[in-house]
């Protein structure tokens, strides 16, 4: 470790000999103070150096992580050498059975290895450790590994075309690093019609052995795979599965990447017989165990259906490949666990090709915030954002000014106005198109990038309502109403304003999904929520009462203007049902407050971070947004300090929350999130409801009475649980 020399006198342990001292720098044994350091740290702690910052942290190498310290083991070091010692050989085995079986395990762990690279290993650690796929030329006279070889690399060529053309790779670094390796070749786009030729192959053998097996004979002349009868008919079933899982697979991914979404029903019909090649794959796997002798039992992390070592993989080949540095021998999944991905990866498809393509921008923004719920992978979310995003238009057919004139509530005749062409507008146009990307990525990268992107909004709504003041000046009256240009300007600033809101409760409620917050965090979150839900519900009234034809003089209202008119029925469905989400945010913030008040709850005293300095930790990019306006940490803690359980029972916001849930479900029969959502609403007001009774019943200074939290009813409003010691 060189450290500046500052002062000449200072004691230093001699320099290593082996090491030259510079003129300015010496080198000092850090020995003990590492020593020191893992005595006092704990695991995922960071000593953090005036000159060493987190972001440095994050660019260092892990010692032992195979994706940032990857070793410098090698069995070969060429693939020329693995080729002349026999690591690959071809034929496989002189043994027919053997031979069978052991490309079988071929395919197995190349499934397993496809799996794994997926989830964010480098190509040339996974799939391309094959050495088979790094010579494919001398699998020629195998037509069997041959076609099943070229179809792994016209698939994987399609994958990483996918995940490049939608710019999500940069979640996974590794991902799209092809390092040179022989991703195409001559005759690839014919993969599929020799896969063809030896499924055909195949399944004539099968009839034949089935034709034998009853005592029929079959005219034609079939050599069979191998020479014991009694194994042929498995493995010409173990062979097929895994032919046509890998035939169906490819025409999926060639059917999803059609244009305008063309290709979806056909999709869908590639997905069914995948997910049926699966299950033969899996029922296939008691006969290979029976058909391999030598394995006594079936080990956990075996790749493979058979539970033998694959022949041909040694990712050690590729290690000048990973530069800055050679790669490490990863942990490729585990055969069952590769099923289970592939299975997985099928279904999120499956949903993405069942989606309508509904011609509305809410709709759109709202199926990928459902679908991220069942965190979907690396290679789904890709698909899904090509889908959506295609030259500029949503599904590629419709052009974003007309789905922002219609999500703001303007007629359809305004779809084609010339103001389409403004500056603004055409930035507005190309945010849209960043928010659906956005929203497409994993929860850590969307929640990044939504916070970064509020400000350009923000600033898309100033510009916005500037150049509506300057066109139509600061008062507008009645006749300007009649003006095409004025009525687009004036929804559209105010569904920006509404969108703008939007993303930051979506920006608020992924922390929880994240776990950024810590239990003394809850206070101050749940009252941004609250004051975020309160402008969102504020500026969605408005915009939908502008779109009916009754839009209101004054743009701004007071803050508890929703709350104060009650359940008045001409306010629409989707605002109560915000206002719902309100009151369960308002009355967990003064619950956390009010235990807090009555040191029920006391916060950490961290040497570190005051009050202050966490809530501009949480909330900076919403603050630099000035979402919403004049929102500070003086303003939470005025509207804390004196919260209590009395007064808290006096107006029971949880019970507010819970009588709007239960009268505005009759607007959402026909809309099942809508009305899953509600009933995790009911759950958690009604439970708070009566733990806010008990607290107070007995008294929240009780010692005997333990408070806590927990999110089992629903991801992002906790709900109290109080028991007596």
Not at 300 to 320: E, H
């Amino acid at each position: 470790m060189a450290e500046d020399r500052t002062d000449e006198a200072a004691t230093v342990p001699p320099p290593r000999t082996s090491i030259p001292s510079g003129d300015n720098f010496v080198w000092a044994d850090v020995s003990p103070l590492l020593q020191a350091a893992c005595q006092d740290l704990q695991e995922g702690e960071l000593i953090h150096g005036d000159n060493f910052n987190l972001f440095a942290a994050m660019s260092a190498l892990e010692i032992m992580d195979p994706k940032m310290d990857s070793g410098i083991a090698c069995t070969y070091y060429s693939l020329e050498e693995a080729i002349q010692n026999g690591a690959a050989p071809v034929p496989i085995s002189a043994d027919k059975a053997t031979n069978i079986r052991c490309t079988i395990d071929i395919m197995d762990h190349l499934l397993a290895c496809e799996a794994t690279w997926h989830k964010g290993h480098s190509l040339a650690q996974t799939v391309y450790s094959c050495i088979y796929l790094l010579h494919l030329e001398r699998t020629s006279s195998y037509a069997l590994l041959h076609s099943y070889c070229k179809v792994i690399r016209a698939t994987c060529k399609a994958v990483l075309s996918v995940v490049s053309d939608s710019r999500t790779h940069e979640e996974e670094d590794l991902f799209t690093m092809a390092y040179g390796l022989p991703l195409g070749g001559d005759g690839d786009e014919k993969c599929l019609s020799m896969l063809n030729a030896v499924e055909e192959t195949i399944s004539r053998q099968l009839r034949a052995c089935k034709a034998s097996s009853s005592k029929r004979r079959v005219s034609e002349d079939v050599e069979p795979l191998q020479n014991n009868p009694d194994l042929e008919e498995g493995y010409c079933k173990a062979l097929l599965c895994r032919l046509r899982f890998r035939k169906h697979f490819y025409h999926l991914l060639v059917s999803m990447k059609r244009p305008q979404g063309r290709g979806l029903e056909l999709a869908r019909k590639h997905i069914d017989s995948c997910t049926s090649e699966i299950d033969n794959i899996r029922k296939s796997s008691e006969f290979l165990r029976a058909s391999a002798h030598e394995i006594s039992e079936q080990n956990i992390d075996n790749t493979t259906a058979s539970g033998c070592q694959p022949i041909g993989f040694d990712a050690s080949l590729n290690c000048r490949l990973s530069a800055p540095t050679p790669p490490r021998a990863i942990k490729i999944f585990c055969w069952e666990k590769a099923l289970e991905y592939f299975m997985k990866l099928l279904q999120d498809l499956d949903i993405i090709c069942s989606y309508s393509l509904d011609p509305s921008l809410e709709a759109a923004l709202l199926f990928v915030v459902k679908f991220q719920k069942s965190q979907p992978d690396l290679v789904s979310r890709a698909h899904l954002q090509l889908l959506l995003v295609q030259d500029g238009k949503l599904y590629g057919r419709d052009p974003m000014f007309s789905m922002i004139t219609r999500a703001a509530g303007l007629p359809e005749v305004t779809k084609n106005h010339d103001i389409q062409k403004n500056e603004f507008m055409v930035q507005l146009g190309q945010l849209v198109i960043n928010l659906l990307k956005i929203l497409c990525t994993n929860a850590a990268w969307q929640r990044r990038k939504l916070g970064k992107m509020l400000q350009d909004w923000r600033v898309t709504y100033v510009q916005l309502e500037l150049a509506f003041k300057k066109e139509f000046g600061e008062v507008s009256n009645i006749s300007n109403n009649e003006n095409v240009c004025f009525k687009i300007y004036q929804h559209i600033i105010a569904w920006v304003e509404e969108q703008t809101y939007w993303i930051a409760f979506r920006f608020l409620i992924l922390g929880f999904e994240l776990e950024l917050y810590s239990a003394h965090d809850y206070c101050m979150v749940y009252w941004y929520i609250y004051v975020v839900l309160i402008k969102l519900a504020e500026k969605k009234h408005l915009r939908m009462a502008m779109s009916s034809g009754a839009a209101k003089k004054k743009a701004k209202k007071k803050r508890d203007s929703l709350k104060d008119t009650g359940m008045d029925y001409q306010i629409p469905a989707a605002v109560l049902f915000l206002q719902s989400q309100i009151y369960l945010a308002e009355g967990l913030s003064m619950m956390y407050a009010a235990l807090r008040n009555e040191r029920r709850i006391i916060p950490p005293q961290s040497p570190f971070n005051t009050e202050h300095e966490i809530f501009i930790q949480q909330f900076e990019l919403l603050q630099k947004a000035c979402l919403p306006d004049h929102v500070s940490y003086v303003t939470f803690k005025e509207s804390t300090v004196h919260a209590n359980f009395s007064t808290l029972v006096m107006y029971d916001y949880f019970k507010e929350a819970q009588r709007i849930a239960k009268e505005v479900k009759s607007s959402f029969a026909n809309d099942p999130d809508k009305m899953a959502e509600l009933r995790r609403i009911e759950q958690v007001a009604e439970h708070n409801s009566i733990a806010l009774n008990v607290i107070c019943r007995v008294g929240a200074l009780d010692p005997s009475l333990k408070i806590s939290f927990t999110f089992c009813h629903h991801p992002f409003f906790a709900t109290a649980i109080v028991k007596r010691s």
